[in-house]
């Protein structure tokens, strides 16, 4: 008990001294993420090295096989980009915390002042929530990931604590204090199934009840549900088109085994019949078809062509932007932004998405260009018609 106590008397402790910074905190993590990322896209006399490092982190997937040299040791310390599965776990277990914590202040009384605010963060959160638990399934379930497709390090650090704050940020200002948090926990472990009864009725008003935004929320509810319907279709086709893909290196793979093996073969064969003519020309017909087998089994070994494991996206949003799901990605958070009233946070959070992906879609169009000669001219990197 007394280990107990004191376990928890250093946690209130610690958020006591946490929970009033954590606003400036997260804007300061928003702002420093969005700069790195603009001061990269803007033709900027920006050190080289600061530039490839930030592109080096956005190197994922098929981007990883073009990486631009910076970090030095650190340059080709990588993860799968399976990986991204971590991402939504994280994400799901904070927000759900969050949730469980904030439905017990989140309905203040009518009338009362933020009331309405707090209403709103809690439909951003409970999008959320279907955000990161729909992403997690599509990645473990949808998604296939090549053997070669890594993201670096510091995209997988950079990703866990992104999922971590991005439901703290989502959260009011006005609840981050930890008079509010007492009070939370204190309503949620001390009045029995009879104050859980009065906080399922709270909650249910609070959804019932009129609010002056409902066009604001209907709109960005509306916003958020199509672009995650864009976003799952296109993963959808990303997904058939990697395992097409693996497919067809499987069979290049063992079509390259057996040709080996025939030309093993034949460099037998070839030399027991030249062995009447000499042990000269028998030697010289086994050196010639063990030098063809070695070049077979090379090629094998050496892993299939980038143009074997990825091709041309075709259909649907793809023939409009390379990129439609991130797209999709940059709508889902300028929804999230659109309920919460355009909050500074949510604001911030959408400007960094923003950046970030176009600095992702700009690199990708470049990759399929230079690997696809084909590649449609006319189609445009994230927004069709300006980028």
Excluded at 179 to 196: K, M, N, Y
Excluded at 285 to 312: F, R, S
Excluded at 316 to 330: D, K, N, Q, R, T
Aim: proline share 6%; charged share 15%.
């Amino acid at each position: 008990m007394f280990l107990s106590a004191t376990l928890q008397e250093l946690v209130l402790k610690a958020a006591e001294a946490v929970l009033p910074l954590l606003p400036r905190l997260l804007r300061a993590y928003w702002i420093l993420a969005s700069s790195s990322v603009l001061l990269t896209l803007l033709p900027l006399p920006i050190p080289r090295a600061f530039k490839a490092a930030v592109q080096l982190a956005a190197s994922r997937g098929k981007l990883w096989h073009t990486r631009p040299l910076a970090l030095g040791p650190l340059k080709d310390v990588s993860v799968p980009q399976q990986f991204f599965e971590h991402f939504y776990l994280i994400g799901a277990l904070v927000n759900t915390v969050a949730l469980q914590v904030y439905i017990f202040v989140c309905c203040e009384e009518e009338g009362a002042p933020g009331s309405t605010v707090r209403r709103d963060a809690l439909l951003a959160l409970l999008l959320f929530e279907v955000h990161v638990l729909r992403r997690y399934l599509e990645t473990a379930y949808m998604m296939h990931y090549p053997d070669s497709a890594r993201m670096h390090i510091l995209a997988y650090l950079f990703g866990l604590s992104y999922y971590i704050a991005v439901p703290l940020t989502l959260l009011p200002e006005s609840v981050l204090n930890m008079d509010i948090v007492r009070t939370a926990w204190s309503l949620a472990i001390g009045e029995g199934p009879a104050h859980f009864q009065a906080v399922d009725t709270r909650l249910y008003q609070a959804v019932t009840d009129p609010h002056p935004g409902r066009a604001r929320l209907a709109a960005g509810v509306a916003l958020f549900l199509a672009a995650s319907l864009l976003q799952f279709l296109t993963h959808r086709a990303l997904g058939r088109m990697s395992r097409q893909a693996d497919e067809r290196v499987q069979e290049a793979r063992i079509k390259a085994a057996l040709f080996a093996g025939k030309q093993l073969q034949g460099a037998g064969a070839g030399g027991k019949k030249q062995k009447k003519g000499g042990e000269g020309e028998a030697k010289e017909g086994e050196d010639e078809g063990e030098a063809a087998a070695a070049a077979a089994a090379a090629a094998a070994a050496a892993g299939p062509a980038l143009t074997d494991v990825y091709t041309i996206p075709r259909g649907g949003a793809f023939e409009l932007v390379s990129c439609p799901h991130y797209l999709a990605e940059i709508l889902i958070y300028a929804a999230l932004a659109l309920v919460t009233r355009g909050s500074q946070g949510a604001l911030l959070m959408a400007a960094w998405v923003l950046l970030n992906l176009v600095l992702a879609a700009g690199a990708t169009q470049r990759w399929y260009r230079r690997q696809f000669p084909d590649y449609p001219p006319r189609r445009a990197a994230l927004l069709p018609g300006i980028f």
